[in-house]
């Protein structure tokens, strides 16, 4: 049984910083990669960040490269989300998610498990 949960999430200025975490049990073994997706109020989900489960390739949408870092901690089968100079445009519930085929990690439908999200909001 595969699970991941999130947590970190909450309110913070314009400005401040949070970090996500995500952590993850079942056959982590497998996995080729883990992402990071947010959805805002009636827009549609969207790609935030991704990390391969082994190596140190990392990928970023271009709203948030240069202020968020993804990494992980293998042996807590852990992944965060370090984000900075947060923006009220940020605001958003943020997903982690596990992706176990190889290929693209920008695509959400690519992805095979899926966290419940947490709540990040960023007040002006």
């Known amino acids: 049984q595969v699970q991941l949960v999130e947590s970190g999430g909450g309110l913070v200025q314009a400005g401040g910083s949070l970090r996500l975490s995500c952590a993850a049990s079942?056959?982590?073994?497998?996995?080729?990669?883990m992402g990071w997706f947010r959805q805002a109020p009636g827009k549609e989900r969207e790609f935030v960040a991704a990390?391969?489960?082994?190596?140190?390739?990392?990928y970023y949408a271009d709203s948030v490269k240069g202020r968020f870092t993804i990494s992980r901690d293998n042996a807590k089968n852990t992944v965060y989300l370090q984000m900075n100079s947060l923006k009220p445009e940020d605001t958003a519930v943020y997903y982690c998610?596990?992706?176990?085929?190889?290929?693209?990690?920008?695509?959400?439908?690519?992805?095979?498990?899926w966290g419940q999200g947490t709540q990040v909001t960023v007040s002006s």
């Open positions: 079942g056959r982590t073994f497998m996995w080729y990669a």
């Open positions: 990390i391969r489960w082994s190596g140190s390739s990392t």
């Open positions: 998610a596990a992706k176990v085929g190889a290929g693209s990690v920008l695509r959400g439908f690519e992805y095979d498990y």
